[in-house]
């Protein structure tokens, strides 16, 4: 805490400092505006304050937590003492009397440091070891203030003179009370991290503490592995040789030291070198699997000049346990974060996606972020294909959201399309699967121009989007570019498929193409004219005629189903509103007396007096015309043109067409 020698030597800054200090407590307010207060040009000068256009922002916020501490010291008449609780409960009253007015903008990151000071002076003006303290808690009854306590600690723990017992119990109490199931804990993290840059720091601590923990009943490896590595990058290689290769053999020792120097920064010849041997003498051990991984992994990311000789080595290794589903789970959350060997970590993750254990609940996330972090879109492509190929028909556009709204949409379209033009029925549909999910909220065009396809490819894209009678809202904006194909076998039979649709959907294909043609183009208006008439005819011939005949009416032979539809739609969405207002959702906040229904569809919010009118939202879903005329054979039929193969041979005929176009 150097501030305080500054503070010491220099009363004039000082003066100034308090002055600061004493207009942010009048105002209740970090950053002071020009209008409210004028700094001394002491604290520009010596880079604490700058100007800024939402006032003046702290530079060296540490010293001035120092004089807002000790603001509040004297406000409270607050003294230290060797118990920690009552200095716990004066940091806590700092902040209930700064924030009484509300929210206070960069109070966070103030209250971080005075924390901090108050942490620091308790140590070294009364040796307050907070053994007793941090004793003191229960893991289900922990304040939140004691987050605030633990990352003051813990970021100051290479600072504070605690005895070595003392610090190994309060780490490990530390670790049970902020424990937790999550995969990656933020709070741990900083109790781990400050005993490693201790041991880095502090010369011969990290043997000494090394020797305290392993004089524990029961070794935790939790701590044993951060005092291995901040001792190894204090002392390097000697550290291995004389204290960690005598117990290496250990079995209860292997993991804690094996990770412990896999975390080591700056792995050079010496340290891969070492980490090959280890792994060629022990990876019989199916236990140490995970430490062993972790230490490929550090050569790998290593940046020494020897790497490279070790590249083929290291992954043939890694490679080696992909047949393990929990070491696999570990290599799909490793390998999204290299940057570097696209090719042997593919090879790998394609290894995992045709394993049995393979499942789309538990690794098709980590797959779906690794394949958005490749560089290469044949990579890419290689991971869909081969889950579409391992788990057949198994939706996983929702695992794969990061993949389809984080790399470049055009790149994602063309992607998309070669799926669709698959021959292969389980590629297909995973290409359907992704359009169906982009198309729910962004009905464009594709940005690849399809026209650039060559024409069979063309000619299977509508085939395969129009196979299932999708909505037309959906397909049309990406095919109506099919009007100007270059083919006129594609073009015309696109249009004889888009009547045949016209006898699902009627007006509403008409009103979609209306929508998405060039009006400007008269072949695009003869085309929806043709179809406009094909449809015309068709209802004339084939449904108008049966106005009159109640009994092929469905609304009149299927009354009582569209009706009791109907109650039972109305029970379910009234019962999923209530169900969502009782637990502690969203809804909760604005519900019972804080809203108040006015007359003419309005509302207002308790305490207010205007009235904001009620919105109105809709949906419809439209189902073709033969679902209802027969269902059955309807899902029968869609089922097998989305399950079935294609063939070479059922093209034949079309690609002769297009040939003698030439």
């Known amino acids: 805490m150097e501030g305080r020698e500054i503070l010491k030597n220099d009363a004039s800054l000082l003066s100034a400092l308090e002055n600061l200090v004493e207009k942010q407590m009048e105002?209740?307010?970090?950053?002071?505006?020009?209008?409210?207060?004028?700094?001394?040009?002491?604290?520009?000068?010596?880079?604490?304050?700058?100007?800024?256009?939402?006032?003046?922002?702290?530079?060296?916020?540490?010293?001035?937590?120092?004089?807002?501490?000790?603001?509040?010291?004297?406000?409270?008449?607050?003294?230290?003492?060797?118990?920690?609780?009552?200095?716990?409960?004066?940091?806590?009253?700092?902040?209930?009397?700064?924030?009484?007015?509300?929210?206070?903008?960069?109070?966070?990151?103030?209250?971080?440091?005075?924390?901090?000071?108050?942490?620091?002076?308790?140590?070294?003006?009364?040796?307050?070891?907070?053994?007793?303290?941090?004793?003191?808690?229960?893991?289900?009854?922990l304040v939140r203030e004691f987050h605030s306590f633990n990352e003051a600690y813990n970021e100051l723990l290479p600072l504070l003179d605690i005895p070595n017992n003392i610090l190994y119990d309060n780490t490990e109490k530390l670790l049970t009370l902020l424990g937790s199931n999550a995969t990656y804990n933020h709070n741990t993290g900083r109790v781990l991290i400050a005993i490693k840059e201790k041991c880095r720091l502090e010369k011969n601590f990290g043997r000494t503490m090394l020797n305290t923990a392993l004089e524990e009943k029961k070794l935790n490896d939790s701590i044993i592995s951060p005092i291995v590595c901040g001792t190894y990058e204090n002392e390097g290689i000697d550290f291995y040789n004389e204290c960690l290769k005598p117990k290496e053999s250990i079995e209860d020792l292997q993991s804690s030291i094996f990770i412990g120097l896999s975390n080591v920064d700056n792995i050079g010849l010496t340290e891969t070198t070492l980490f090959i041997e280890l792994y060629d003498k022990y990876s019989a051990n199916p236990n140490l699997a995970i430490a062993f991984l972790k230490m490929l992994f550090a050569i790998l990311r290593s940046n020494n000049k020897y790497e490279n000789a070790f590249i083929e080595d290291c992954f043939a290794r890694i490679s080696s346990f992909t047949w393990n589903k929990d070491t696999a789970y570990f290599l799909l959350t490793e390998l999204p974060f290299m940057d570097k060997y696209e090719t042997e970590r593919l090879e790998i993750v394609l290894k995992i996606i045709n394993e049995e254990y393979f499942d789309s609940q538990i690794h098709m996330h980590h797959v779906s972020f690794f394949a958005a972090n490749l560089k290469q879109i044949e990579s890419r492509k290689q991971v869909i294909r081969a889950i579409a190929l391992a788990r057949p028909f198994v939706s996983i556009s929702k695992p794969f959201q990061s993949f389809l709204y984080d790399i470049d949409r055009g790149e994602l379209e063309k992607i998309i399309i070669e799926l669709l033009i698959d021959n292969n029925s389980s590629i297909r549909a995973v290409g359907y699967d992704f359009f169906n999910n982009i198309t729910i909220v962004d009905r464009e065009p594709f940005r690849p121009n399809i026209l650039h396809l060559e024409p069979i490819e063309q000619y299977k894209l509508w085939v395969s989007l129009t196979q299932s009678n999708k909505e037309p809202k959906y397909i049309i904006p990406c095919l109506v570019q099919l009007f100007d194909s270059t083919s006129e076998t594609v073009k015309e039979l696109f249009i004889?498929?888009?009547?045949?649709?016209?006898?699902?959907?009627?007006?509403?294909?008409?009103?979609?193409?209306?929508?998405?043609?060039?009006?400007?183009?008269?072949?695009?208006?003869?085309?929806?004219?043709?179809?406009?008439?094909?449809?015309?005819?068709?209802?004339?011939?084939?449904?108008?005629?049966?106005?009159?005949?109640?009994?092929?009416?469905?609304?009149?032979?299927?009354?009582?189903?569209?009706?009791?539809?109907?109650?039972?739609?109305?029970?379910?969405?009234?019962?999923?509103?209530?169900?969502?207002?009782?637990?502690?959702?969203?809804?909760?906040?604005?519900?019972?007396?804080?809203?108040?229904?006015?007359?003419?569809?309005g509302f207002k919010?308790?305490?207010?007096?205007?009235?904001?009118?009620?919105?109105?939202?809709?949906?419809?879903?439209?189902?073709?015309?033969?679902?209802?005329?027969?269902?059955?054979?309807?899902?029968?039929?869609?089922?097998?043109?989305?399950?079935?193969?294609w063939e070479s041979e059922e093209f034949a005929e079309i690609e002769k067409l297009i040939e003698n176009e030439q």
């Open 27 to 141: 105002l209740k307010e970090v950053i002071l505006s020009p209008k409210d207060f004028t700094p001394n040009e002491l604290l520009f000068e010596k880079s604490i304050l700058k100007s800024a256009d939402s006032g003046y922002l702290i530079e060296n916020i540490s010293i001035v937590a120092m004089v807002f501490l000790d603001k509040y010291i004297s406000k409270f008449n607050f003294a230290y003492t060797t118990d920690f609780h009552v200095t716990f409960d004066f940091l806590n009253s700092i902040g209930r009397d700064f924030k009484k007015s509300g929210f206070v903008n960069y109070h966070r990151e103030l209250k971080k440091e005075y924390w901090k000071v108050a942490v620091f002076d308790s140590n070294k003006k009364l040796a307050t070891d907070f053994n007793d303290f941090i004793s003191s808690f229960q893991k289900d009854k």
């Open 496 to 601: 004889c498929k888009l009547e045949c649709y016209s006898e699902n959907f009627g007006d509403t294909l008409i009103t979609e193409l209306e929508n998405n043609i060039n009006h400007n183009n008269p072949e695009h208006l003869r085309i929806i004219e043709r179809i406009r008439l094909y449809k015309q005819d068709f209802y004339k011939n084939n449904i108008e005629i049966k106005y009159g005949i109640k009994e092929l009416n469905p609304y009149y032979t299927h009354y009582k189903l569209f009706r009791d539809f109907g109650i039972s739609a109305r029970e379910s969405m009234s019962k999923s509103i209530s169900k969502g207002m009782e637990e502690d959702s969203f809804l909760k906040i604005f519900s019972g007396s804080t809203i108040q229904l006015s007359k003419g569809g």
């Open 605 to 645: 919010l308790s305490g207010r007096k205007e009235i904001s009118k009620l919105g109105l939202f809709e949906s419809s879903i439209i189902f073709p015309r033969e679902y209802f005329i027969f269902p059955t054979k309807y899902e029968s039929e869609e089922f097998k043109h989305m399950h079935n193969d």
